[in-house]
C-alpha cells in the first residue's frame, strides 16, 4: 500500500495506528500466539475501528500507521519501509546511475538552484553553471518548487529532452536550454590524485556498485603515474552495498582472507565472506583514513584491513553501524529494508556500537553542562578518544586492538581545534541554519563572477570577509553582530575558500585548498614518505611525529 499522510486528524491516525501496531506485537507475540492467530486479532481490532470509532477514518492510512507502529517498536533506525518514490532515490544512491540531465539541486529561496552540474553530464556541456536557478521546466513556472517535483520533470528516459529556463546572477534575461537526457553515472570516487612522495590518494564517497570498480581503476592509474603507497580516504563515507565493502578490501588482502563475518538472530556466525582476487599491490604501504562519518561498509573495509594489518588506520573512531540489512519487495511498489545479521571483523569484533548508550550520555552531559565535544577548524565536532573500558584483541599479527563497537584507528589524530571564543561564534552561525549555509553558496557564486576571480589561486581577503557578512546580513537576514562573525573569522574563511574553489573548479581543488590544514592526511603523508612496506608504516606509526615539512603539495588528478 502507498505511504502517505491523511489531512485529517493526522495525530490521531498516527497515535491511534502506533498503539494498534504496538499492542498488536504484545498481545500476539508476546503471549506466544500463533501468525494466524494474531493476525485474526489484528483484523479484528481493525474492523472494529474502521466500523465503529466515533470519526470515520481512512482504512489504508490506518494500516499505513500500524505498520509504522510495528517498525518503530524494533528500535532500529536501519529498518525503514520505503515508497515506491523514496525507493528509487535509495537505488540511485546505491546503485549509482539513472536518466536525467546530470544536476545536483537543491532548494534555495523561490527558486530550486543547482549547486552543481555533474561532471560530463547534459548539464555541464550545456554549460550551466552552479547558483543558476531553475525558473521553469517546459514553459510551467517552477516558483516554489519543492526538490522533488523539480526532480520528477528533470528525471526521464534516456534520449528524451527537456527545455528549461535558467536565471543566472549578472545576466538579466533568463537562458534557455534544450537538455538531452542520459544515463547518469554517479561516481563513488570523485577524484584521485598523486601527492609528493609516490603518495596515491583516493577518496571513496559511497559503497555504490562501481565502487570497487572504480577504486581499482583509480589506484591502477596511481600505480601508472608512479604511486609506490596509498592514501585510501573514507573520512565521511556512509556505506552502502556490502558486496562492493568486500570487493575493495579484496584489492589489497590475500586470496581466502576473511573479511568480514556475518551473525544473524541467535549470535551464530551465518557466512563468512572473504578475499578471493588476492592482494592486488603486494608489499605497498596502505593508509586508511576514518572519522565518525564512517560507517557500515566503510567499517567493514577499515576492519578487515586493520585486523590484517594491511592497513594503518588513521584519524577518529568510526560510526559503529555493524547490521545487516536485507531489501523485501512489497505490494505497491514499497519496499521493506530489514535488519537481519550483525557484521564482525576477521578477529571477531562487532562493529556495532551501542548507540542508545552513547546517547544517553550525551543527554546526560549536556544537562550536566559538560561539553561533548570541541569543534575544529573545518566546523566539524571531535570527540575525546573513547578507548577506555573497550575490550582488547590482537590483529593476525598480534598488534593490539580495540573492540567494543565501532573500528578505533591505530593513530587518533584531530584537526586543530578553535578557541572557546571562536567556538561560540561558530555555534551561533550554525543556529542560523540555511540563512549561513545558502549565503555562503550564493556569495561564492558572486565571487566567481567577479572580474578577475576565476583564476584557482584566487585569495580570500579581510575586506572579503567584509563583504560577506554584509551580503549575509543585508540578503539573507542572518541575526548575527559583526563582533561574532569576526570571531568566527578561522573557520568562515576556511568555508568560503572551499566552497569557491568546489563550485569554481571542482572537489580536487577543494581537496587541495584544505590539504594544509588536514591533520590526519598530513600525519599519513608523513609516515608514508618515509615507509617503503606495511611493517615500516607500523614501526613508524609507534614512534613520535617525524621531522619535515607540515604540508604536502597535491600533483595532477586523475
Given at each position: 500500500?502507498?505511504?502517505?499522510?491523511?489531512?485529517?486528524?493526522?495525530?490521531?491516525?498516527?497515535?491511534?495506528?502506533?498503539?494498534?501496531?504496538?499492542?498488536?506485537?504484545?498481545?500476539?507475540?508476546?503471549?506466544?500466539?500463533?501468525?494466524?492467530?494474531?493476525?485474526?486479532?489484528?483484523?479484528?481490532?481493525?474492523?472494529?475501528?474502521?466500523?465503529?470509532?466515533?470519526?470515520?477514518?481512512?482504512?489504508?492510512?490506518?494500516?499505513?500507521?500500524?505498520?509504522?507502529?510495528?517498525?518503530?517498536?524494533?528500535?532500529?533506525?536501519?529498518?525503514?519501509?520505503?515508497?515506491?518514490?523514496?525507493?528509487?532515490?535509495?537505488?540511485?544512491?546505491?546503485?549509482?546511475?539513472?536518466?536525467?540531465?546530470?544536476?545536483?539541486?537543491?532548494?534555495?529561496?523561490?527558486?530550486?538552484?543547482?549547486?552543481?552540474?555533474?561532471?560530463?553530464?547534459?548539464?555541464?556541456?550545456?554549460?550551466?553553471?552552479?547558483?543558476?536557478?531553475?525558473?521553469?521546466?517546459?514553459?510551467?513556472?517552477?516558483?516554489?518548487?519543492?526538490?522533488?517535483?523539480?526532480?520528477?520533470?528533470?528525471?526521464?528516459?534516456?534520449?528524451?529532452?527537456?527545455?528549461?529556463?535558467?536565471?543566472?546572477?549578472?545576466?538579466?534575461?533568463?537562458?534557455?536550454?534544450?537538455?538531452?537526457?542520459?544515463?547518469?553515472?554517479?561516481?563513488?570516487?570523485?577524484?584521485?590524485?598523486?601527492?609528493?612522495?609516490?603518495?596515491?590518494?583516493?577518496?571513496?564517497?559511497?559503497?555504490?556498485?562501481?565502487?570497487?570498480?572504480?577504486?581499482?581503476?583509480?589506484?591502477?592509474?596511481?600505480?601508472?603515474?608512479?604511486?609506490?603507497?596509498?592514501?585510501?580516504?573514507?573520512?565521511?563515507?556512509?556505506?552502502?552495498?556490502?558486496?562492493?565493502?568486500?570487493?575493495?578490501?579484496?584489492?589489497?588482502?590475500?586470496?581466502?582472507?576473511?573479511?568480514?563475518?556475518?551473525?544473524?538472530?541467535?549470535?551464530r556466525p551465518t557466512g563468512t565472506l572473504r578475499a578471493s582476487g588476492g592482494d592486488r599491490f603486494p608489499g605497498a604501504p596502505v593508509v586508511v583514513l576514518v572519522?565518525?562519518?564512517?560507517?557500515?561498509?566503510?567499517?567493514?573495509?577499515?576492519?578487515?584491513?586493520?585486523?590484517?594489518?594491511?592497513?594503518?588506520?588513521?584519524?577518529?573512531?568510526?560510526?559503529?553501524?555493524?547490521?545487516?540489512?536485507?531489501?523485501?519487495?512489497?505490494?505497491?511498489?514499497?519496499?521493506?529494508?530489514?535488519?537481519?545479521?550483525?557484521?564482525?571483523?576477521?578477529?571477531?569484533?562487532?562493529?556495532?556500537?551501542?548507540?542508545?548508550?552513547?546517547?544517553?550520555?550525551?543527554?546526560?552531559?549536556?544537562?550536566?553542562?559538560?561539553?561533548?565535544?570541541?569543534?575544529?577548524?573545518?566546523?566539524?565536532?571531535?570527540?575525546?578518544?573513547?578507548?577506555?573500558?573497550?575490550?582488547?584483541?590482537?590483529?593476525?599479527?598480534?598488534?593490539?586492538?580495540?573492540?567494543?563497537?565501532?573500528?578505533?584507528?591505530?593513530?587518533?589524530?584531530?584537526?586543530?581545534?578553535?578557541?572557546?571564543?571562536?567556538?561560540?561564534?561558530?555555534?551561533?552561525?550554525?543556529?542560523?541554519?540555511?540563512?549561513?549555509?545558502?549565503?555562503?553558496?550564493?556569495?561564492?557564486?558572486?565571487?566567481?563572477?567577479?572580474?578577475?576571480?576565476?583564476?584557482?589561486?584566487?585569495?580570500?581577503?579581510?575586506?572579503?570577509?567584509?563583504?560577506?557578512?554584509?551580503?549575509?546580513?543585508?540578503?539573507?537576514?542572518?541575526?548575527?553582530?559583526?563582533?561574532?562573525?569576526?570571531?568566527?573569522?578561522?573557520?568562515?574563511?576556511?568555508?568560503?575558500?572551499?566552497?569557491?574553489?568546489?563550485?569554481?573548479?571542482?572537489?580536487?581543488?577543494?581537496?587541495?585548498?584544505?590539504?594544509?590544514?588536514?591533520?590526519?592526511?598530513?600525519?599519513?603523508?608523513?609516515?608514508?614518505?618515509?615507509?617503503?612496506?606495511?611493517?615500516?608504516?607500523?614501526?613508524?606509526?609507534?614512534?613520535?611525529?617525524?621531522?619535515?615539512?607540515?604540508?604536502?603539495?597535491?600533483?595532477?588528478?586523475?
Amino acid at each position: 500500500m502507498t505511504i502517505r499522510r491523511f489531512p485529517l486528524g493526522p495525530g490521531i491516525v498516527f497515535g491511534l495506528g502506533l498503539a494498534v501496531g504496538a499492542w498488536f506485537l504484545r498481545q500476539g507475540v508476546a503471549e506466544g500466539q500463533s501468525t494466524a492467530v494474531g493476525s485474526t486479532l489484528f483484523d479484528e481490532v481493525m474492523d472494529h475501528v474502521t466500523d465503529r470509532y466515533v470519526d470515520p477514518m481512512d482504512t489504508e492510512v490506518l494500516y499505513d500507521s500500524a505498520i509504522g507502529g510495528v517498525l518503530k517498536s524494533l528500535v532500529d533506525p536501519n529498518t525503514v519501509l520505503f515508497s515506491r518514490e523514496s525507493y528509487e532515490n535509495f537505488r540511485i544512491q546505491t546503485e549509482g546511475d539513472y536518466s536525467g540531465v546530470g544536476l545536483e539541486i537543491a532548494e534555495r529561496g523561490d527558486f530550486v538552484t543547482v549547486v552543481g552540474p555533474i561532471p560530463g553530464g547534459p548539464g555541464q556541456r550545456a554549460g550551466i553553471r552552479a547558483g543558476d536557478r531553475l525558473l521553469a521546466v517546459e514553459g510551467s513556472s517552477a516558483s516554489g518548487w519543492p526538490v522533488q517535483q523539480a526532480v520528477g520533470v528533470l528525471r526521464g528516459e534516456a534520449g528524451t529532452s527537456v527545455h528549461v529556463q535558467i536565471g543566472r546572477d549578472g545576466v538579466d534575461e533568463p537562458i534557455e536550454f534544450d537538455l538531452v537526457r542520459e544515463e547518469i553515472q554517479l561516481h563513488a570516487v570523485p577524484f584521485a590524485t598523486l601527492l609528493e612522495s609516490g603518495i596515491g590518494y583516493v577518496p571513496l564517497s559511497i559503497f555504490s556498485e562501481s565502487s570497487s570498480g572504480e577504486v581499482r581503476a583509480a589506484a591502477d592509474s596511481l600505480r601508472r603515474a608512479g604511486a609506490t603507497s596509498f592514501v585510501l580516504d573514507l573520512r565521511g563515507n556512509p556505506g552502502g552495498i556490502l558486496d562492493q565493502g568486500v570487493g575493495i578490501a579484496d584489492l589489497f588482502l590475500e586470496r581466502g582472507a576473511d573479511v568480514v563475518e556475518t551473525r544473524g538472530r541467535d549470535a551464530r556466525p551465518t557466512g563468512t565472506l572473504r578475499a578471493s582476487g588476492g592482494d592486488r599491490f603486494p608489499g605497498a604501504p596502505v593508509v586508511v583514513l576514518v572519522d565518525r562519518g564512517s560507517a557500515s561498509a566503510s567499517e567493514i573495509v577499515a576492519g578487515a584491513l586493520q585486523d590484517h594489518d594491511r592497513a594503518l588506520l588513521i584519524g577518529s573512531t568510526t560510526y559503529g553501524k555493524g547490521s545487516v540489512q536485507t531489501l523485501f519487495p512489497l505490494s505497491a511498489g514499497n519496499v521493506l529494508k530489514l535488519t537481519t545479521a550483525r557484521w564482525f571483523t576477521p578477529q571477531g569484533r562487532s562493529i556495532e556500537r551501542d548507540h542508545k548508550a552513547d546517547a544517553a550520555a550525551e543527554a546526560a552531559a549536556i544537562a550536566a553542562g559538560s561539553p561533548i565535544g570541541t569543534l575544529t577548524i573545518f566546523g566539524e565536532l571531535t570527540v575525546p578518544p573513547d578507548t577506555a573500558g573497550r575490550p582488547t584483541l590482537t590483529s593476525v599479527g598480534g598488534r593490539t586492538l580495540f573492540g567494543g563497537g565501532g573500528i578505533v584507528p591505530d593513530l587518533l589524530v584531530a584537526n586543530d581545534t578553535l578557541s572557546t571564543v571562536e567556538q561560540e561564534a561558530v555555534r551561533r552561525l550554525f543556529a542560523e541554519g540555511g540563512r549561513f549555509v545558502n549565503g555562503v553558496f550564493d556569495f561564492s557564486v558572486q565571487f566567481l563572477n567577479g572580474a578577475g576571480n576565476r583564476n584557482a589561486g584566487f585569495e580570500v581577503t579581510d575586506a572579503d570577509l567584509e563583504r560577506l557578512y554584509a551580503w549575509l546580513r543585508d540578503e539573507r537576514g542572518i541575526q548575527v553582530d559583526v563582533d561574532t562573525f569576526r570571531q568566527a573569522a578561522r573557520f568562515v574563511r576556511i568555508d568560503l575558500e572551499s566552497e569557491i574553489a568546489q563550485q569554481g573548479w571542482g572537489q580536487l581543488e577543494a581537496f587541495r585548498r584544505g590539504m594544509p590544514n588536514d591533520a590526519a592526511l598530513q600525519r599519513a603523508i608523513e609516515l608514508l614518505r618515509v615507509a617503503r612496506s606495511p611493517g615500516d608504516l607500523f614501526t613508524l606509526a609507534a614512534s613520535p611525529p617525524l621531522p619535515g615539512r607540515s604540508a604536502a603539495t597535491a600533483g595532477a588528478g586523475l
